[in-house]
């Protein structure tokens, strides 16, 4: 199975702050790699697919990159609504694995 | 818009089968790939197998409870089940699709299931 690893667990940020969240797969997965937010009490929801295109209807403050075992997740610009959790997710091969997840809080 | 919706008991017994249903509304069911996934209570997400339209299936291997995922194309169903289940398969269950760029773009809202004598 391919891992994935997701860094930080949590981090706490204030409203306006940048923030970065890195995912490292243990093998090359070219660019098949996803990214959710999930707020409390729901279904995890897809921000960025194909580590770097944004799934409609998400605001263009969350941006994705990167590209074989190297992924990083960047909000420009906290909004309160953000602090919630995010997931990253292989989607190269079966079974798909996600990242242990990334908690943003308040700070 | 296409929609989904797990249902299925809420509490099973140790060693009996866990049997859950997505009906997939407003859309196809035949071009997609459609996952079972699950949460635990405060725990991160495990993916647990995928079925097409056309019965193709993928398993999580690391799964210790037996897994059967199913389909029945003309009810706009697909089926879970996990046989011999013990405590640590209790969690949230949620089934999704496997969109065209192969994210899981559309999720149902989820059913808990508690695994307990």
């Known amino acids: 199975d391919i891992q994935m690893t997701q860094s930080p667990s949590s981090l706490s940020a204030s409203v306006g702050d940048r923030v970065t969240i890195t995912c490292r797969a243990s093998?090359?997965?070219?660019?098949?790699l996803n990214w959710y937010q999930q707020k409390p009490g729901k279904a995890p929801n897809l921000l960025i697919f194909?580590?770097?295109s944004l799934q409609i209807g998400v605001p263009s403050r969350f941006r994705g990159s990167g590209s074989g075992t190297d992924f990083t997740l960047t909000i420009s610009s906290l909004q309160p609504e953000d602090f919630v959790t995010y997931y990253c997710?292989?989607?190269?091969?079966?079974?798909?694995?996600f990242g242990q997840g990334t908690k943003v809080e308040i700070k | 818009q296409v929609q989904l919706q797990e249902s299925g008991p809420g509490l099973v017994k140790p060693s009996e089968t866990l049997s859950l249903t997505c009906t997939v509304s407003?859309?196809?069911?035949?071009?997609?790939?459609w996952n079972w996934i699950r949460q635990p209570a405060g725990e991160g997400l495990q993916w647990i197998g995928r079925?097409?339209?056309?019965?193709?299936?993928n398993y999580n291997p690391s799964l210790k409870s037996p897994v059967t995922i199913s389909v029945d194309t003309s009810k706009k169903q697909l089926f879970l089940n996990l046989s011999s289940v013990t405590a640590a398969d209790t969690a949230i269950y949620y089934c999704?699709?496997?969109?065209?760029?192969?994210?899981?773009?559309?999720w149902g809202q989820g059913t808990m299931v508690t695994v307990s004598s």
């Open positions: 999704a699709r496997d969109g065209l760029s192969r994210a899981l773009d559309i």
């Open positions: 407003g859309g196809s069911i035949s071009t997609y790939y």
């Open positions: 079925i097409n339209g056309g019965g193709s299936t």
């Open positions: 093998q090359s997965i070219s660019t098949y």
């Open positions: 194909a580590a770097s």
């Open positions: 997710q292989q989607s190269y091969t079966t079974p798909r694995t």
